[in-house]
């Protein structure tokens, strides 16, 4: 549990002394509930930020090229060749494009708007993912102060049943306790807000590029092109 403890603070309390470190880690080894549930959404922080990490990105959600390299296929209606392009490929991009070469016979409408719809759909999904962060951002502050009225409460039963404030020690140290539950949970939230912004930018990145691609592959493809104006021949007068 010290080990544990230790690490949950060490990058954001750099500037302790060795021992006031030692102290701190004893203080967070018996901050009670309230650190341990800290702890858990520590490690929800860690693995949803790993997650996201290895998932969201270009290469799975809209990668560089796949488009242009569809295009000649499309043209000479090699579409055995592109579904199987297509199923290597395994991008939401890709699943939105499958979608389009399956359904390339249905008009601009129908082809625009289903389109739009898988690919909001596959970035929702992307979002939902994501969101556990806000809920650690959210959550965790409030468990370290919870932490911290309960360590107050307990510091000051403590006082009331002692020689009064005869020993500041005791008062000092259930204080301490107690403002280290709110450390644990600051400690834990920050960089939680911190990834949660950093991945919906990402998000909303990445969700303009395969829109752009999507757009242009639906209006090369599908959208009427207008007929050029027949030559109309003028006879002039002798």
């Known amino acids: 549990m010290k080990r544990i403890a230790a690490a949950l603070l060490a990058a954001s309390l750099p500037g302790l002394a060795s021992a006031a470190e030692i102290n701190l880690v004893d203080q ?3 901050g009670g509930a309230a650190v341990l549930v800290t702890l858990g959404l520590s490690i929800l ?24 390299r569809i295009e000649p296929l499309w ?3 090699r579409f055995a060749e592109i ?9 939401t991009l890709a699943r939105v494009v499958a979608w389009l070469v399956a359904h390339r016979h249905q008009p601009y409408e129908v082809v625009s708007s289903a389109a739009g719809d898988m690919a909001s759909m596959e970035l929702r999904q992307h979002q939902q993912k994501a969101y556990a962060l806000a809920i650690v951002a959210t959550v965790a502050p409030i468990v370290g102060l919870l932490g911290t009225v309960v360590g107050m409460i307990e510091a000051f039963h403590v006082i009331a049943y002692a020689e009064g404030m005869g020993n500041p020690a005791l008062l000092a140290g259930g204080i301490s306790k107690a403002l280290v539950n709110t450390a644990a949970g600051l400690t834990v939230a920050l960089p939680a807000l911190g990834m949660h912004h950093y991945f919906k930018h990402c998000l909303a990145t990445l969700g303009l590029a395969l829109e752009r691609e999507i757009n242009a592959l ?8 207008p007929e050029a104006p027949a ?5 002039h007068a002798h």
């Open 83 to 91: 579904d199987k392009l297509l199923a290597e490929d395994g991008s």
């Open 45 to 68: 922080f860690l693995a949803v930020t790993i997650e996201r990490f290895l998932h969201l990105r270009a290469r799975a959600v809209v990668p560089s090229g796949l488009v242009a």
């Open 28 to 30: 967070l080894a018996e």
């Open 75 to 77: 043209t000479a209606h």
């Open 231 to 235: 030559l109309r021949m003028v006879q």
């Open 218 to 225: 639906i209006n090369q493809r599908f959208l009427p092109q």
